[in-house]
């Protein structure tokens, strides 16, 4: 019970609520001051099968409407050990006897999402992907390819198309094997079919420097005003004529920035958080050098401090 003021006793008395009216009433008049009251507080039950497992579980998955049936259709779960239900087994063979056209398709967006969490991907990237994925699936032509390289590649494409890219190197470490050149292949193949489905060239999206920089820096655990200043060099690099990959050139400006603070990166650091090969970086480094001065912002290094850079 608690206090709440009740306007026929004109002051704060004693309530009693009715859990099974949901009514609140004054406990000294009998005055129900609240009726049809909503309990907002969680309805924990569980719906595991005579288990004593914990499972808070009150609704079923969201319709998917990538799937045949939407995603609704029941699942009898496997028995657990010696207590096992007779009937709960039977039930379970025969279902998986039974011919169910989105398995496939299930187990493609199970791995999709593996992959995307690992990556720590958006659930927009991980939708992106899957309805990439059921595009293709649909023309049939997947059959004897590669499917670790083609789900790799439709969350490549995701990627892309979401304006959060990753690198083809990002995608391949969590591909369960699939090489850069098996993802690079498979991307042109669902790049083609989808060309093919809708009759027009597929929006990729433009990849620029900026979109790796922040996740490279804080791979690297630079500290707030070296990212910040990497992320001015970076604008600043685009309006200059650098025909270099934009992750070699992110990879190249964050070397030049660290180079110029008192947190000194080691190349080989560099190469392992951003995944550019030394040579690579190098290159790009030259490219930037005669720049450098253009590029790092007035605030994070004094003109003499560049003009000590090493010299490519």
């Known amino acids: 019970m608690a206090d709440t003021y009740c306007p026929e006793c004109k002051r704060p008395t004693e309530v009693v609520f009715d859990h099974s009216a949901g009514d609140t009433v004054c406990s000294e008049c009998g005055l129900v001051l609240e009726a049809h009251s909503i309990d907002e507080t ?40 010696s207590s096992a239900d007779y009937l709960t087994s039977s039930l379970g063979r025969w279902q998986n006897r039974g011919s169910n056209p989105d398995r496939s398709v299930i187990q493609a967006f199970k791995t999709i999402a593996t992959m995307a969490d690992r990556l720590g991907l958006v659930a927009t990237i991980k939708d992106r992907a899957n309805e990439i994925y059921k595009k293709v699936e649909d023309q ?41 050149k098996e993802i690079g292949r498979a991307k042109e193949f669902i790049v083609k079919q989808l060309e093919l489905e809708m009759g027009q060239s597929v929006e ?9 920089l922040r996740r490279f820096c804080s791979h690297l655990g630079l500290a707030n005003q070296t990212v910040k200043a990497a992320q001015e060099a970076v604008q600043k690099s685009e309006e200059l ?28 650091d560099i190469c392992l958080a951003t995944g550019v090969a030394e040579g690579t970086i190098r290159n790009s480094y030259k490219d930037l050098y005669p720049f450098a001065s253009k590029i790092v912002p007035s605030w994070y290094a004094k003109e003499e401090d560049i003009k000590q850079l090493s010299s490519p």
Request: proline share 6%; charged share 25%; net charge positive.
């Open 42 to 81: 969680s309805e924990w039950r569980t719906f595991a099968n005579e288990t004593g497992e914990n499972d808070p579980v009150r609704v079923g998955g969201p319709a998917n409407p990538l799937l045949a049936d939407g995603g609704l259709s029941t699942v009898i779960s496997k028995p657990n050990g």
């Open 140 to 180: 049939k032509p997947l059959r004897g390819r590669n499917q670790d390289a083609i789900l790799a590649a439709c969350l490549y494409i995701a990627c892309r198309q979401e304006d959060k890219p990753r690198t083809v190197k990002e995608i391949c470490s969590v591909a369960n094997g699939a090489t850069k």
């Open 204 to 212: 990729m999206g433009t990849i620029h420097a900026g979109d790796f």
């Open 241 to 268: 004529d650098i025909r270099r990959s934009p992750i070699s050139i992110a990879a190249a400006i964050i070397y030049i920035i660290t180079q110029l603070s008192d947190d000194k990166k080691l190349l080989k």
